[in-house]
């Protein structure tokens, strides 16, 4: 079991940043690749970035490349979601995830751990 949770999150305004942090705990972190998905109201849950075991690999999805960066800090169990020019249509529930492989990293449905995810707002 790994045991996952997020912070970090609250009420920014537009162009604003926010820096994620989601702690892990239970079995060795460094075997996992991380994941952030985020979900807003009444949508689908969609991939945001993800980072390989040692962080050699990193992907974002087009919506948000260029303005998020993933790092993780293997030292510390703990995986990172830097956000900067934040938008009204970022405000979501954002949810880290631990994978064991990182195929499929943009597929929630491969991902075999979730936090219970952090409140980002964006105000216009």
């Known amino acids: 079991q790994v045991q996952l949770v997020e912070s970090g999150g609250g009420l920014v305004q537009a162009g604003g940043s926010l820096r994620l942090s989601c702690a892990a705990s239970?079995?060795?972190?460094?075997?996992?690749?991380m994941g952030w998905f985020r979900q807003a109201p009444g949508k689908e849950r969609e991939f945001v970035a993800a980072i390989s075991l040692n962080g050699g690999s990193r992907d974002y999805a087009g919506s948000v490349k260029g303005r998020f960066t993933i790092s993780r800090d293997n030292t510390k169990n703990t995986v990172y979601l830097q956000m900067n020019s934040l938008r009204p249509e970022g405000t979501a529930v954002y949810y880290c995830?631990?994978?064991?492989?990182?195929?499929?990293?943009?597929?929630?449905?491969?991902?075999?751990?979730w936090g219970q995810g952090t409140q980002v707002t964006v105000s216009s």
């Open positions: 239970g079995r060795t972190f460094s075997n996992y690749a």
């Open positions: 995830a631990a994978n064991l492989g990182y195929a499929g990293y943009n597929d929630y449905g491969r991902y075999d751990y």
